[in-house]
């Protein structure tokens, strides 16, 4: 299988510090303002949410097309929920909202099959001690 790198530099404080984040094609800024309040730039929760909705698409798309059927489009949206325990600042919640359009999948099947890419795909099974909620329509 594949390995894949990403870089990140941090300079500074935590407060007053800035940093970069970097890989394929992207590289772009982070700060404590745009990680815990709001500011301009990324943050670590942002990229999680996107591998995250990225890779469910993906694995769902793939499961669609296990069923001899060809999904139109798999769009799908994370919400990272970052929070706080006695540790610190923790991920606890991340939602995942997609909607497939997809000729010949019945409701039932679709059902299925959007919980089995939420349980199975990579990222999920990263994420797992988050609690990853589900909200999947079929237009």
Same mark, same amino acid.
């Given at each position: 299988m594949s390995v894949r790198t990403a870089k990140s530099q941090?300079?500074?404080?935590?407060?007053?510090?800035?940093?970069t984040m970097n890989f394929s094609n992207y590289s772009g800024p982070?700060?404590?303002?745009?990680?815990?309040?709001? +500011?301009? @730039?990324? !943050? *670590?929760?942002?990229?999680?949410g996107a591998a995250h909705s990225g890779c469910y698409s993906m694995f769902l798309a793939a499961l669609?097309? +296990?069923e @001899?059927? !060809? *999904?139109e489009s798999v769009e799908t949206t994370a919400k990272v929920h970052l929070g706080k325990d006695d540790i610190g600042p923790v991920v606890t919640t991340i939602e995942l909202d997609c909607t497939v359009k997809c000729d010949g999948l019945s409701q039932e099947k679709f059902q299925e099959l959007s919980?089995?890419?939420?349980?199975?795909?990579?990222i999920s099974r990263l994420v797992a001690a988050a609690d990853v909620k589900l909200n999947a329509v079929l237009l």
């Amino acid at each position: 299988m594949s390995v894949r790198t990403a870089k990140s530099q941090w300079n500074g404080t935590l407060k007053d510090g800035k940093g970069t984040m970097n890989f394929s094609n992207y590289s772009g800024p982070y700060t404590f303002k745009s990680r815990f309040e709001e +500011g301009s @730039g990324t !943050n *670590p929760e942002e990229l999680v949410g996107a591998a995250h909705s990225g890779c469910y698409s993906m694995f769902l798309a793939a499961l669609i097309g +296990g069923e @001899g059927l !060809n *999904p139109e489009s798999v769009e799908t949206t994370a919400k990272v929920h970052l929070g706080k325990d006695d540790i610190g600042p923790v991920v606890t919640t991340i939602e995942l909202d997609c909607t497939v359009k997809c000729d010949g999948l019945s409701q039932e099947k679709f059902q299925e099959l959007s919980v089995a890419a939420k349980q199975k795909c990579p990222i999920s099974r990263l994420v797992a001690a988050a609690d990853v909620k589900l909200n999947a329509v079929l237009l």
